[in-house]
């Protein structure tokens, strides 16, 4: 992992802001004295500030004159203000690197001045524990040593990969989205456990080790979910039961739905 020694601004220092930031101090990217944070909440500011030793500032355009690299880690409705609150100062060659779903390059460029290396990004929320899964895309703009140092900076939060910018929507109803589908599978398996008589806290541990374990199994043998679902069904037996179950529901189908939907949705929000 490479060492970065300019400074990295986030405007926005909620808790996807916090992530990469821990991610930053973790890795041993930079210090914290690089690392500086405005938000319109001071109170969330001054948290980073005190847990992470990192520079709090009140005011976006302070935060862009002491930075070489600006995080935009704001809600898609935010960003435009943000973006002309700020565009009159920024300096050339400065990296502007976007986490809002939706929000498309062509915005981006179009806010600020011409030539402004801009980067799109879609992270997800287990980047705060260092398992994140980030996409991203660069402007026209963006040299290739600018963008490896943001897949560097992404890359300490987690995986890291490149795709077409048509591609972001469905990343973003994939990975951005997908953790909180995950979450209410966890939550549907803790509770039928729960029914079937298992204490909660045991179900708990059991269903959160079952889905990490199986997770791991699909990374690290390579094989096709289907292949290692086969492996676990034996006929006649309770996990092709199960699965019936799971079918006539249409859990598959409707993950495909999910998916589909935030997609869509993303789109919107570009839009919007």
Not at 15 to 21: Q, R
Not at 174 to 196: C, K, N, Q, T, W
Not at 232 to 250: M, Q
Request: hydrophobic share 45%; net charge negative.
């Amino acid at each position: 992992m490479m060492s970065f020694k300019k400074n990295i601004g986030f405007i926005g220092a909620g808790a996807m802001a916090e992530a990469i930031i821990k991610g930053l101090l973790g890795r041993k990217f930079l210090s914290a004295s690089n690392i500086w944070a405005s938000d319109v909440n001071g109170e969330r500011g001054r948290y980073l500030k005190d847990t992470y030793g990192i520079n709090y500032v009140g005011d976006n355009r302070e935060l862009v004159a002491n930075s070489d690299v600006i995080i935009y880690a704001v809600k898609p409705f935010v960003l435009g203000s943000v973006l002309t609150e700020t565009a009159s100062v920024v300096p050339l060659g400065q990296i502007h690197v976007s986490v809002a779903a939706g929000v498309t390059l062509d915005f981006l460029e179009a806010a600020l001045p011409p030539g402004t290396p801009v980067v799109r990004v879609m992270p997800n929320t287990p980047s705060l524990i260092g398992e994140g899964a980030s996409a991203y895309t660069p402007g026209g703009s963006v040299n290739r040593e600018q963008e490896e140092l943001v897949r560097h900076i992404l890359e300490c939060t987690g995986l890291t990969v490149r795709v077409p910018e048509n591609l972001m929507n469905a990343v973003t109803g994939l990975s951005g989205s997908g953790p909180a589908y995950v979450f209410l599978v966890i939550e549907g398996l803790i509770d039928g456990a729960v029914r079937a008589g298992l204490p909660r806290d045991v179900a708990a541990s059991l269903a959160v080790q079952t889905l990490i374990g199986a997770a791991k199994l699909v990374r690290e043998t390579g094989e096709h979910p289907a292949r290692l679902k086969d492996m676990v069904t034996t006929p006649g037996g309770t996990t092709v039961t199960g699965l019936h179950v799971l079918e006539k529901a249409g859990v598959r189908g409707a993950l495909m739905d999910a998916v589909m939907a935030a997609a869509e949705r993303a789109g919107e929000l570009g839009r919007d």
